[in-house]
T-cell receptor, first 113, second 116 residues
Framework: SQKIEQNSEALNIQEGKTATLTCNYT??????LQWYRQDPGRGPVFLLL?????KEKRKERLKVTFDTTLKQSLFHITASQPADSATYLC????????????FGRGTSLIVHP | NAGVMQNPRHLVRRRGQEARLRCSPM?????VYWYRQLPEEGLKFMVY????????ESGMPKERFSAEFPKEGPSILRIQQVVRGDSAAYFC??????????????FGDGTRLSIL
């Protein structure tokens, strides 16, 4: 069956360090993969999208990589700040199937000052 | 531009009552998606609507749940005869056309439904 796996344990890091979050998937052939941020009591906010033919995408302090061989995406936040503390969700859509993105459960990031 | 607006933000119902959740998409968006999120779980797709049409309802329970997106007015997710298991956060998202690699979804802040 299709699965999207994100680390359920919270990631705790010190301010200024690089946070790296992982999204693994099985039995998908995604056309693209998205990352969202969700704060408590709020809806997800779109951050970055990376297509299957792209290896890396950057936006300010954010970087996403997409390895279709490993079936994995890594999401990096450089020079992390306490304001980056949130839950980060990955979502992907399979080619030729439903075009509705399927979301992982998300990983909580806590940046300590 | 106003974002996706959902109301009410919080809704309390007793078992057996009806819950009506409303979603006004972003201006210019004619595609609406409803998701349910339980604590410690991911967003689960329920239904996808385009003005006056249900495009995909594969994630919506067959009984007690219905959704509409009329020509005028917000999209409505309706839950009849609510049970405790319906307690969750319900999110609505919208996009200007069918969601794709060029059209990510824009989410509202959800309705928290609590069943007593």
């Amino acid at each position: 069956s299709q699965k999207i796996e994100q680390n359920s344990e919270a990631l705790n890091i010190q301010e200024g360090k690089t946070a790296t979050l992982t999204c693994n998937y099985t039995n998908y052939s995604p056309a693209y993969l998205q990352w969202y941020r969700q704060d408590p009591g709020r809806g997800p906010v779109f951050l970055l999208l990376i297509r299957e033919n792209e290896k890396e995408k950057r936006k300010e302090r954010l970087k996403v990589t997409f390895d279709t061989t490993l079936k994995q995406s890594l999401f990096h936040i450089t020079a992390s700040q306490p304001a980056d503390s949130a839950t980060y969700l990955c979502a992907l859509e399979g080619k030729g199937g439903s075009y509705i993105p399927t979301f992982g459960r998300g990983t909580s990031l806590i940046v300590h000052p | 531009n106003a974002g996706v607006m959902q109301n009410p933000r919080h809704l309390v119902r007793r078992r057996g009552q009806e819950a009506r959740l409303r979603c006004s998409p972003m201006k210019g968006h004619s595609h609406v998606y409803w998701y349910r999120q339980l604590p410690e779980e991911g967003l689960k797709f329920m239904v996808y609507l385009q003005k006056e049409n249900i495009i995909d309802e594969s994630g919506m329970p067959k009984e007690r749940f219905s959704a509409e997106f009329p020509k005028e007015g917000p999209s409505i997710l309706r839950i009849q005869q609510v049970v405790r298991g319906d307690s969750a956060a319900y999110f609505c998202a919208s996009s200007p056309s069918r969601v794709s690699s060029n059209q990510p979804q824009h989410f509202g802040d959800g309705t928290r439904l609590s069943i007593l």
